[in-house]
């Protein structure tokens, strides 16, 4: 009887285990791939992931306050009426000039610059502190460079308003204008896209190019070729690229909506000089689909073009996703 018994519980046990099993995988690779495909909402937030704040807290009108010297904070209005926020940092040589921190003042030295400016626009989550982004600003600041930082819509102390591919794209390309009228072609202008801020500034650099604008050069770190290969291969997709709905599910619905970042055409209509740099330890953006964007552009330019150079760093180094600015040749690669 006690044998019966426990075969029972054990076979009822085996049974619950099994039932949640199944219901557990039905929900993760049945119901959630069906949410993910409707939800335009859930498809922004993965892709911008401007939800994630962090650094938490920062008071973008004091970049002190992150380590950041010679550096104001400003907001420029876009032709959408968006109020972008931005962080204009002056090069190391003109930190003992006494140059009265005013808006005024800052936006002399950059009519009259003599030095190049940079004009990074950075990837998604976090915000225009994150520390990645600020080791990178002081790079340049300690090349003697003028650097301009700012953040999407959505992003930072910008305003909070609809989200989309062509919405981040104008706001940049509104920044880049301003940059440009600014210093009037009196310095190189450059611009330094870095992973999902390399899809960004192709996009931008493409329509300007129809109207023929163009800056001095084109620096894009961690980039990859389009969505539709960055979602396949991000670390997120592993679990679900291999069901026979994943194109539906996720692709799909990032196309239907305009959620493309096509860089691999949109790099070929490029008129300035290009840099690609990659680490081969990249674990969000492979290097290969960095290689893709190269190669889309050497199949364009041709083989023996000087217009498009890529660089592919040892994963010895050990710098990832976020860590170029620390290669030790970075700065003879700037230069």
């Not at 209005?77 to 005013?102: E, F, Y």
């Not at 330094?192 to 190019?209: C, E, N, Y």
């Amino acid at each position: 009887m006690y044998v019966y018994i426990h075969t029972c519980k054990h076979y009822r046990c085996l049974t619950w285990t099994m039932r949640t099993s199944v219901l557990i995988y039905l929900i993760i690779f049945g119901l959630l791939p069906v949410i993910f495909h409707y939800s335009y909402t859930l498809q922004k937030k993965i892709l911008f992931l401007n939800f994630v704040h962090w650094p938490l807290k920062v008071e973008f009108s004091n970049p002190k306050l992150v380590g950041l010297e010679g550096a104001r904070n400003f907001y420029l209005h876009t032709d959408q009426q968006v109020k972008i926020g931005a962080w204009q940092i002056l090069p190391r040589s003109l930190l003992n000039n006494s140059i009265p921190a005013t808006d005024e003042a800052y936006e002399s030295v950059l009519s009259n610059a003599k030095l190049p400016v940079f004009l990074y626009m950075h990837g998604n989550s976090g915000n225009r502190a994150s520390s990645h982004r600020l080791e990178l600003y002081k790079l340049f600041q300690d090349l003697d460079y003028h650097v301009i930082c700012f953040d999407y819509r959505n992003y930072g102390d910008s305003d909070i308003v609809e989200l989309s591919e062509e919405g981040v794209v104008m706001d940049s390309k509104y920044v880049l204008e301003w940059v440009m009228k600014k210093v009037n072609g009196s310095v190189p202008v450059f611009v330094w896209g870095h992973s999902l801020g390399t899809g960004v500034s192709t996009h931008v650099l493409a329509l300007l190019a129809a109207e023929n604008i163009q800056p001095t050069g084109l620096f894009l770190e961690a980039p990859f070729n389009n969505i539709q290969d960055e979602l396949t291969e991000h670390p997120f997709a592993q679990i679900f690229k291999h069901l026979p709905w994943f194109h539906w599910m996720a692709v799909e619905p990032f196309y239907k909506n305009n959620l493309r970042f096509e860089s691999d055409k949109h790099i070929i209509k490029i008129d300035c000089p290009i840099m690609i740099l990659h680490a081969e330890d990249d674990g969000v953006i492979p290097v290969f689909l960095a290689e893709k964007l190269y190669q889309a552009a050497l199949d364009s330019f041709g083989n023996n073009t000087n217009h498009i150079q890529m660089i592919k760093i040892d994963s010895s180094y050990g710098l990832g996703h976020k860590y170029i600015c620390r290669y030790k040749e970075l700065p003879d690669i700037i230069k």
